[in-house]
């Protein structure tokens, strides 16, 4: 059972479309992670957000953290075929423990 | 520097066979995960370790699992007797502590049981 519900599950888009993706739990947690994971490797930290609505920018990616800290978004501007990969997302209860959600699957076509 | 190493990177065995994945993590690093990831379950957290002592191993799914930290730069899980629903990438990732640290992960290990 995954405590963290990722959606879509599935996305795929056009070079220069935007897309977001969601990350939703009925949990509250102290951080949440969102991670990038490419084909036969492991995954990537992207960023880490604490704070109820914690907004942060990393390049053309905005992540967003609910008020209550209990959902979290990925929202990626212009997209690029470089930011195809498997998105995940991972909260903690304030230990070192990591939760992941399923994943969304991103293919941006060319 | 070099990151999270895991070996070997492809196994591929029959039921009833011992298998034996190994990791070293960053060096440094004094916290070291054990994941399973399949396309049913997503990414799982089987057994963590701070320095070398297993802390949490709540995921471990049944006693045919086992993991050991020896030292700082080695862990090994081991799976005896393995089944075909072991089948899945096992992944190694290690941090350091304070909370909200990354974790780094190796590339992992494809176990395939035949």
């Known amino acids: 059972t995954q405590l963290l519900e990722q959606s879509p599950q599935f996305l795929s888009i056009q070079e220069g479309e935007n897309l977001t993706v969601y990350c939703n739990s009925s949990s509250v947690f102290s951080s949440l992670q969102w991670y990038r994971q490419e084909p036969g490797e492991g995954p990537v930290l992207l960023v880490t957000v604490v704070t109820g609505g914690e907004v942060k920018k990393l390049k053309r990616l905005t992540f967003q953290f609910g008020d209550a800290r209990k959902d979290s978004s990925l929202h990626i501007t212009a997209a690029q075929p470089g930011d195809t990969g498997l998105y995940l997302c991972a909260g903690s209860y304030n230990d070192y423990k990591l939760s992941f959600g399923a994943g969304t699957t991103v293919t941006v076509r060319a | 520097d070099a990151g999270v190493i895991q070996s070997p990177r492809h196994e591929v065995t029959e039921m009833g066979q011992e298998v034996t994945l190994r990791c070293k993590p960053i060096?440094?690093?004094?916290?070291l995960f054990w994941y399973r990831q399949t396309m049913m379950r997503g990414l799982e957290l089987l057994i963590y370790?701070?320095?070398?002592?297993?802390?949490?191993d709540s995921g471990m799914p049944e006693d045919r699992f086992s993991a050991k930290m020896p030292n700082a730069s080695f862990s090994t899980l081991k799976i005896q007797p393995s089944e075909p629903r072991d089948s899945a990438v096992y992944f190694c990732a290690s941090r350091t502590s304070g909370v909200n640290n990354e974790q780094f992960f190796g590339p992992g290990t494809r176990l395939t049981v035949l």
């Open positions: 370790f701070n320095n070398n002592v297993p802390i949490d």
């Open positions: 060096s440094g690093h004094d916290y």
